[in-house]
């Protein structure tokens, strides 16, 4: 077994703008926040912001990722301690941050602001000491990026793969610059590693590379941002654990890296190291990779009419649609395909989602997705073990639930 298998890894997070109309040849600058940050799914618990900027979050707690200053689960939706206002959240393994109307991020659960601490769990949000304020936040496992108004990107927290970008692998409890001087409008973070965007579209990567996922052509890792190759511009990015998807300026989507589950969505179970086209010809507007175990990963994206679509592992239906008829395997060999037990159920292209429509954003956590639609309902559906979904049952649902407690989102 790999080093990768034995554990459930989610990296993650929201980027700032989902981009623009079709026709837009580079993403702007990010000058303000976007509501589709204002959703986030981490392993087995979902963060939410409301149309006032209040912050819920409900599901697992052991590590205080919902912030409540409990370590209890929730069914349903929990208000976060501290009283604060937020602009747009991220979330990621077990660790969640939120930028406040200053640019100021605070952050909870296993707090990258305590790098190299061998227990840093935080139950309550505390803000982290920077420089400049953000206007943008991406989470990894234990640690965080944001941007600043120019697109200058800081990173802080555990840094063992080169996560931050900063030339060495030593941890910081406190921003520091990204190296390269890149000007960067959207920016996402997998388990370990991160991509973003420049201000021409071009796609940087990051940080560990085992599977490909810096998209680099190749398997070695980098300790500062590395150009994706290829001249494609791209207005989205999602970063995965080890897989990477992102919507050209046209609207296709691009996907790189592991490809176990069919995370890519290229038809195939073979790993991509360079962007490979997503299969179905379809034009989306923003994309979203599940940061869950480094092989049973998925992928969703929301195409200009406000339908959603998602590929790759279909654990409790969080694909949204029981059309998902591949067998994959978590043990398999890198670039095959087989049905060596114990397999899986996935989806190795495009499926539609069911009961969902005029989707705004969304996410995908380990096993469960969320959507916003525009008549700001939040939908979940999945696994629900520790009450990811909100509402309040605890037992996994295959279509999409209301999340409980008559709250309204963005």
């Not at 496992?141 to 944001?146: D, N, P, Q, S, V």
Request: charged share 10%; glycine share 14%.
């Amino acid at each position: 077994m790999t080093r990768r298998s034995v554990f459930q890894i989610v990296g993650a997070a929201l980027v700032v703008a989902c981009g623009g109309s079709d026709g837009v040849t580079a993403p702007p600058l990010p000058t303000k926040p976007s509501p589709v940050t204002s959703l986030a799914l981490g392993t087995q618990f979902t963060c939410a912001l409301t149309d006032e900027a209040k912050p819920y979050c409900w599901g697992n707690d052991l590590s205080g990722q919902l912030g409540d200053s409990s370590f209890a689960q929730k069914l349903t939706p929990s208000p976060m301690a501290g009283g604060h206002t937020y602009v747009l959240i991220a979330a990621s393994t077990a660790t969640a941050c939120a930028l406040d109307h200053s640019g100021v991020a605070w952050c909870w659960g296993d707090d990258p602001a305590q790098a190299g601490v061998r227990v840093s769990l935080r139950n309550t949000p505390a803000a982290i000491p920077a420089t400049r304020a953000f206007v943008s936040l991406a989470v990894g496992r234990k640690f965080a990026c944001g941007l600043d108004g120019d697109g200058n990107a800081f990173c802080w927290g555990e840094n063992g793969k080169g996560q931050l970008g900063v030339g060495d692998t030593l941890p910081r409890s406190t921003p520091v610059p990204v190296a390269g001087g890149q000007h960067f409008s959207q920016i996402s973070s997998g388990y370990w590693h991160v991509c973003a965007l420049n201000t021409s579209g071009l796609a940087y990567c990051w940080g560990d590379n085992l599977f490909g996922e810096l998209g680099t052509g190749d398997t070695l890792s980098t300790l500062k941002p590395q150009q994706v190759s290829g001249t494609t511009t791209f207005r989205s990015i999602g970063t995965g654990s080890v897989h990477v998807c992102a919507i050209a300026t046209a609207g296709a989507a691009f996907c790189w890296g592991n490809n176990f589950s069919g995370q890519l969505g290229d038809g195939t179970g073979e790993r991509r190291f360079v962007p490979t086209a997503v299969t179905g010809g379809l034009t989306f507007t923003n994309v979203r990779s599940s940061r869950a175990n480094n092989i049973w990963g998925s992928s969703c994206a929301t195409t200009t009419g406000g339908d959603m679509y998602c590929w790759g592992w279909n654990s409790n239906n969080k694909l949204g649609n029981s059309g998902a008829t591949e067998k994959c395997s978590p043990f398999q060999a890198p670039g095959t395909i087989n049905n060596t037990p114990p397999s899986f159920v996935c989806s190795y292209r495009p499926l539609k989602v069911n009961g969902v429509a005029n989707v705004t954003t969304m996410d995908v956590g380990l096993e469960h997705t969320c959507a916003l639609t525009v008549a700001k309902d939040l939908l979940c559906w999945g696994d629900n073990l520790h009450g990811e979904l909100g509402d309040a049952t605890g037992i996994p649902q295959t279509a999409p639930v209301l999340v409980k407690g008559g709250l309204r989102f963005p």
